[in-house]
């Protein structure tokens, strides 16, 4: 069983940055592309960010494209976010997910996740 571990998360002024990172317990870590999703209260969970296996092709949701970026470290079996120019409306639980589908990561989704973690708050202060 997979388990991937979010950390990072916290409060922050809007403007401010945040690194988000996820630790996987698999050995099979750079086998499979990664992406990041978060949930907002009230509304439902979205794709934010997706890297392929060797870390080269990312893709982004438009949210969060040009403040935000995706990388990975298969080494070390960690994939990151890093968050430039928070805003109010990034407020969110952040999840690392592990996809095993193969499929192109611009087609990336909550449905084709396979393996999810608990999720760590982010929290920007307006």
């Known amino acids: 069983q997979v388990q991937l571990v979010e950390s990072g998360g916290g409060l922050v002024q809007a403007g401010g940055s945040l690194r988000l990172s996820c630790a996987a317990s698999?050995?099979?870590?750079?086998?499979?592309?990664m992406g990041w999703f978060r949930q907002a209260p009230g509304k439902e969970r979205e794709f934010v960010a997706a890297i392929s296996r060797s870390g080269v092709g990312t893709y982004y949701a438009g949210s969060v494209k040009g403040r935000s970026t995706i990388s990975r470290d298969n080494a070390k079996s960690t994939v990151y976010l890093q968050m430039n120019s928070l805003k109010a409306e990034d407020t969110a639980v952040y999840y690392c997910a592990e996809d095993r589908s193969r499929m192109p990561i611009a087609t990336m989704s909550d449905a084709s996740m396979d393996y999810w973690g608990k999720g760590t708050l982010v929290t920007v202060s307006s």
């Open positions: 698999e050995g099979t870590f750079s086998s499979y592309a």
